[in-house]
């Protein structure tokens, strides 16, 4: 038989601690899962990769850092080449534009100037955009565009604007990784010994056998990086300018 509200068993009477009261569950509180988005999970790996630098940028290490299972990353990144992608557009994101009232030469030389900037302000970056060179976040795209301008403005057809785009992001990227490699082996050896290392091989070379070698050791052994960088692009420019004044004379 059941009781109605407001109706009493037969079998409670009035006795208070005949009553049945609710019982109160109590459950442990589980962790907080912390709030993940694209551009957390970009910040994050940006500070891992000046850590540990790009061999230690993987998802393990990032869901360490970020205090998650590596398992959850993929919500929101679809695995290491779509992270690498997001961070080189970031890394590019502080490209800064030419003046567009400069000769498209001084243009160049500006934006390959800035790229390497760019690069050099985070460790291992130029590993980054080389392992993500399908990448198409706004930030790299509007640096392409720039550069793509710029040479089309200077009168090159279509293929040579390309090719001459590719070249200086190729130099420039592979200028920028060879000379981090370089400053990540002296840290880790002691840049004394590396120079004493550059050393010991000058005194053991033969004048008769090397001596172009020995007459250049002291731009082979200590060179300005800069100045070595800044040769390159003049080059560079150098060629597409005659190139660019053979086809108009041609026309």
């Known amino acids: 038989m059941l ?16 009553k049945i009261h609710p019982r109160k569950v109590y459950s442990p509180k589980r962790p907080a899962v912390p709030a993940l988005d694209q551009g957390k999970i970009v910040r994050a790996a940006l500070t891992l990769l000046d ?22 990353l993929y919500w929101h990144v679809h695995g290491k080449g779509e992270l690498l992608s997001l ?13 567009r009232t400069l000769p498209w030469r001084e243009q160049l030389e500006a934006l390959g100037n800035e790229y390497r900037r760019v690069l050099l302000a985070r460790r291992d970056a130029a590993r980054v955009l080389a392992g993500s060179r399908a990448s198409f976040g706004p930030h790299r795209l509007r640096l392409t565009e720039i550069v793509l301008r710029t040479l089309l403005d200077a009168g090159f057809d279509n293929r040579d604007a390309a090719y001459a785009g590719f070249l200086l992001n190729d130099y420039v990227m592979m200028f920028v990784s060879g000379e981090t490699q370089d400053v990540n082996a002296e840290i880790e050896d002691g840049a004394d010994e590396s120079f004493s290392n550059v050393q010991n091989w000058v005194e053991v070379l033969s004048p008769h056998d090397h001596p172009s070698l020995l007459a250049l050791a002291d731009y082979l052994s200590e060179p300005d990086v800069d100045e070595r960088f800044r040769f390159g692009v003049e080059i560079l420019a150098d060629g597409l300018e005659v190139r660019l004044k053979t086809r108009n004379a041609g026309r």
């Open 87 to 99: 961070l080189s557009d970031e890394i590019c994101a502080p490209m800064r534009v030419p003046d």
């Open 3 to 18: 009781y109605c509200q407001g109706e009493s068993s037969p079998l409670s009477g009035d006795n208070e601690s005949m």
């Open 51 to 72: 850590e540990v630098g790009f061999d230690g940028l993987t998802m393990r290490n990032l869901g360490k850092k970020l205090g998650i299972k590596a398992a959850s």
